[in-house]
């Protein structure tokens, strides 16, 4: 049952990690199939961000991602 059809509207949003996708070689196509996917499942998917392989800024972003939104999807690994 999508989030849709049960009357409320849930805000995700995507974060790709990966200094490949970073610096430009490799292409995020993840995030724009993960985005397809949640929107036809009712979810709005409010940010995408993408984030080089540091530590300590992945850590941030999850923090005030988690704040921001009731679903954070993380992909990498390209």
């Known amino acids: 049952m999508g989030i ?3 009357g409320t509207t ?6 790709a990690i990966g200094t ?3 610096c430009g070689s490799k292409l995020d196509t993840n995030s724009q199939w993960l985005s397809r996917e949640l929107e036809s499942l009712g979810w709005t998917v409010m940010r995408h961000t993408t984030l080089p ?4 800024l992945i850590i941030e972003e999850l923090q005030r991602a988690a704040k921001r939104s009731q679903a954070v999807l993380i992909t990498g690994g390209l």
């Open 10 to 15: 849930a805000h995700a949003e995507i974060i």
């Open 4 to 6: 849709a059809r049960m």
């Open 20 to 22: 490949e996708l970073t």
């Open 53 to 56: 392989d540091e530590l300590d």
